[in-house]
């Protein structure tokens, strides 16, 4: 069954006009026809199962029929601080690190980073890695979508007061601690760009309470470690 993300109050027993986004994916583009049924969901838990009832050439609407309130998160809340990347690196990342359940993704610029983003000139680009991560959700079964939040410079991120108790980075050749062994379910994982993070980032990282975290005897590329490392805490706190 189709599973859409929609930006609106949803309530059993209601009827509900389609969001722009709703209407052009189910209507324009797959054809759905009066008493289709879907699953949408709008990020506050749960997920609804609805029903097609009037199509209009501009706009369609649904009755919702029922909730079911199963919660596919992961057992843990993990911040990934992820050095951006070009390309369609970035967006794997964040589309993967959603499939894998992270909580929210703060984009980080640093020494090697290879790009940088303007304000209002590339809020396009924020809103299409949103969009990015709404998709994966749709598609693997979660119902929360992450915030990605708009970048800030790493030395910025790791002053921040708001970072949980549990912060690992990824540092590859490191010196390392027990990781795992008693890491909080609430964590902040910070992963470099391509070329990794320079010696004083990952000592900046360690004096603001980041443990070293070697993930194997490979240095990843940018956009495979969160999916390594995500993979790797889905399987320590499911066990």
């Known amino acids: 069954m189709n599973r859409f993300f929609i930006e609106a109050d949803l309530h ?51 009755q919702v029929e029922a909730f079911d309130a199963t919660d596919r998160s992961p057992r843990f809340k993990a911040l990934l601080g992820q050095v951006m990347s070009k390309g369609d690196r970035m967006d794997y990342a964040i589309q993967k690190a959603t499939e894998l359940g992270v909580d929210q993704i703060q984009l980080l610029t640093s020494e090697r980073c290879e790009m940088r983003l303007k304000y209002d000139r590339d809020q396009k ?26 970048p800030i410079a790493l030395h910025e ?9 549990t912060k690992l980075v990824l540092a590859p050749e490191k010196e390392q601690s027990p990781v795992l062994q008693h890491a909080n ?9 391509e070329g990794g993070l320079s010696e004083s980032e990952i000592s ?13 005897e490979r240095v990843l ?6 999916v390594v490392a995500l993979s790797i805490l889905n399987y320590h706190f499911s066990a």
Do not use: M
């Open 204 to 216: 900046a990282a360690n004096q603001a309470g980041f443990i070293n975290w070697c993930i194997g």
């Open 185 to 193: 379910q609430a964590l902040a994982l910070l992963i470099g760009p």
């Open 12 to 62: 059993v027993d209601t009827q509900l006009l389609l969001t722009e986004s709703v209407f052009h994916h189910w209507v324009r583009v797959l054809r759905a026809q009066l008493n289709d049924q879907a699953v949408f969901f709008n990020g506050q838990g749960g997920e609804y199962h609805v029903r097609l009832i009037e199509i209009n050439k501009k706009n369609a609407t649904v």
């Open 157 to 165: 991120w790791l002053q921040s007061d708001s970072l949980p108790a």
């Open 221 to 226: 590329r940018t956009e495979t470690a969160p």
């Open 125 to 150: 680009k924020l809103d299409h890695w949103q969009s990015v991560a709404i998709a994966a959700c749709e598609q693997c079964g979660l119902n929360r979508v992450p915030q990605i939040l708009a």
